[in-house]
């Protein structure tokens, strides 16, 4: 079946860069887009970006000077990297897939909590 | 960027109650909408697709309307385990951009 989860460093400081990995399973890369989702603690759901299955990428034009997504498609592996750091991008990060036909995001990783402290 | 509002940001609804709430879109985003629940501590979970289809598996006290600009989620006889936040998200095309949510709890 479907899976995503994601993996990386639960703390990360002030201006440094942070470096997550979504793993899927039971689909394809090159067939599906994976996008990333984060959500600080006890507020709202903020889409990140994306990479389709062509290898694009489509950005928040609120992060894309920092946001950079790529993926292994041979390791089954979406990467996000933000870089500068701030106490505000302390969030859980999600990645998530759209069903086939586009119709919302039907599949979701457990996400991973990211503080941003010193 | 379209910009969508949900309204209101909380409300206290009684077991069995309806329960309408509302998302808009800043500009026109046809039907091009989605439903999604997340209750604490969990990934969210879709629930309305192209503002008026129910997904998989969900519930058919969970019914979705709209388009243009304006839709709203309706919840017949509300359940116990509704309590959670609901967002919309415009999708179809990029930025898939959510609204803020709205808080439901059960009294």
């Known amino acids: 079946q479907v899976q995503l989860k994601e993996s990386g460093p639960g703390l990360v400081q002030p201006s440094q860069t942070l470096s997550l990995t979504c793993t899927v399973s039971g689909f394809s890369l090159t067939s599906n887009s994976v996008s990333w989702v984060r959500q600080p603690p006890g507020k709202g759901l903020e889409w990140m970006g994306a990479i389709w299955s062509g290898g694009s990428t489509d950005y928040n034009s609120a992060l894309k000077s920092r946001l950079s997504i790529s993926r292994d498609t041979s390791k089954s592996q979406v990467f996000l990297k933000m870089n500068s750091l701030q106490t505000e991008d302390t969030a859980i990060y999600f990645c998530?897939?759209?069903?086939?036909?586009?119709?919302?995001?039907?599949?979701w990783g457990q996400g991973t909590l990211v503080t941003v402290s010193s | 960027n379209i910009v969508m509002t949900q309204s209101p940001k909380s409300m206290s609804i009684s077991v069995g109650d309806r329960v309408t709430m509302n998302c808009k879109a800043s500009q026109n985003v046809y039907n091009n909408i989605a439903w999604y629940q997340q209750k604490p501590g969990k990934s969210p979970k879709l629930l309305i697709y192209?503002?008026?289809n129910r997904y998989t598996g969900v519930p058919d006290r969970f019914t979705g309307s709209g388009s243009g600009t304006d839709f709203t989620l309706t919840i017949n006889s509300v359940q116990a385990e509704d309590a959670a936040f609901y967002y919309c998200?415009?999708?179809?095309?990029?930025?898939?951009?959510f609204g803020s949510g709205t808080k439901l709890e059960i009294k």
């Open positions: 998200q415009r999708i179809y095309n990029s930025p898939f951009t």
């Open positions: 998530t897939r759209l069903t086939t036909e586009g119709r919302g995001f039907a599949y």
């Open positions: 192209y503002a008026s």
